[in-house]
Nanobody, 120 residues
């Protein structure tokens, strides 16, 4: 019953910036961990960043200092601000939400993905 829709992807040149949005709708209650993943051709899906209900964030080493995950609660929207983009950042980016009903039970939801292409 939860739907996530990403937007904001596109084609940019190396060194430029781009911000992705993830609009959430449905039954979003309780403890939630938001995440951004990406998958490049021929590679495994990679966790890029997370944000939890206490506003704590994590980032994979390759994007630390360049990417920022944030949330606008009023709009039920999660963002990924990407600065100083590199060709290695080229991938399909997915928004995710892990919604906990208890400490031992949760359910994951995924968006459809948005393409980010960074040219040299």
């Amino acid at each position: 019953q939860v739907q996530l829709v990403e937007s904001g992807g596109g084609l940019v040149q190396a060194g430029e910036s781009l911000t992705l949005s993830c609009a959430a709708s449905g039954d979003i209650f309780g403890h939630i961990v938001w995440g951004w993943y990406r998958q490049a051709p021929g590679k495994q899906r990679e966790l890029v960043a997370t944000l939890n209900s206490e506003h704590a964030t994590t980032y994979t080493d390759s994007v630390k200092g360049r990417f920022t995950i944030s949330r606008d609660s009023a709009k039920n929207t999660v963002y990924l601000q990407m600065n100083t983009l590199k060709p290695e950042d080229t991938a399909v980016y997915f928004c995710s939400a892990r919604i906990f009903s208890s400490w031992s039970e949760w359910k994951d939801y995924w968006g459809q993905g948005t393409q980010v292409t960074v040219s040299s």
